[in-house]
């Protein structure tokens, strides 16, 4: 028997438990007031336009819907950025932010042999599996300081630095995931000299476009930084949180190439890459302190999704196994999953699962 997934084995847990109190804060997907799965309204709208018009039903090509990768693009980079207006980006629509992830891995094991990964310690839990699967051979670097609930800058500059020459380091291009944390726009640039220096190449997953400050366009300026400063770069990006489209599997891998030619020609081995693996995309859908003291005040600051609640593995399965909220055993949740109403029963259950 496969262990349980770390993330989506706590949603098979939360489907099994039949306690009425029950609260799964696993998954990182969004819920109403009645906790049941929340549609966009403007996603409604699309719907309703695309029925009204009769889409078919046909293939789309291996890159995908052109108007998406369009659009993703230009959602990333901003439409007037001179990578777009060089054609200098390779864009193929991927099965949503994890699909693009592993269809970029697979680029790499096969163009970069040898070349490592670097991600941060810690991470969204799918990426390991992710460059595991490609056999593209990955480390950590520090990110996460538990004695400050901030961001490890010393170390994770001093890990970038020591990687060999032309490794990878993936980025998280806002609202990291689990943290909360991301690095200052001082922080970013002092992070892409080092990569400069020492001739890594950037990665970025950007799953969490519009959650972090609230504009679009801030929310990128990670990576346009480096686009700006004319790096080669590589790009994911997941419509499954800001659309709420979890299970339309929507996203895109973009490459940022030195020059038109290269892009086209980036795009074609991606393609090379896809067509084997799952052959063409999904159709896009897409036109404060407790009684004792201890200060909670943290989780206002994290932004994102997620809370890293600072409770480890077994207060965290004192949640599960006393109080029936899920969440998963570094002791993350999605606020997303949570109501108002159940507001007050998640702070009883933390304060007990933290002071016993
Ligand atoms: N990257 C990060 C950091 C994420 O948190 C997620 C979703 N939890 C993804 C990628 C990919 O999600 P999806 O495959 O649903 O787009």
Redesign the pocket.
Known sequence: MAPPDPILGVSEAFRADTDVKKLNLGV?AYRTEELQPYVLDVVKKAENLMLERGENKEYLAIEGLAAFNKATAELLFGADNPVIKQQRVATVQGL????S?RLAAAFIERYFPGAQVLISSPT?GNHKNIFNDARVPWSEYRYYDPKTVGLDFEGMISDIKAAPEGSFILL?GCAH?PTGIDPTPEQWEKISDVIQEKNHIPFF?V?YQGFASGSLDADASSVRLFAARGMELFIAQ?Y??NLGL?AERI?AINVVCSSADAAARVKSQLKRIARPMYSNPSCSRLSAKDKSGKDWSFILKQIGMFSFTGLNKTQSENMTNKWHVYLTKDGRISLAGLSLAKCEYLADAIIDSYHN
Request: proline share 0%; glycine share 24%.
């Open positions: 990182g949503s932010g994890t699909g992830l969204w998280h995931n997953d799953a997941s499954s949180k979890y996203g």
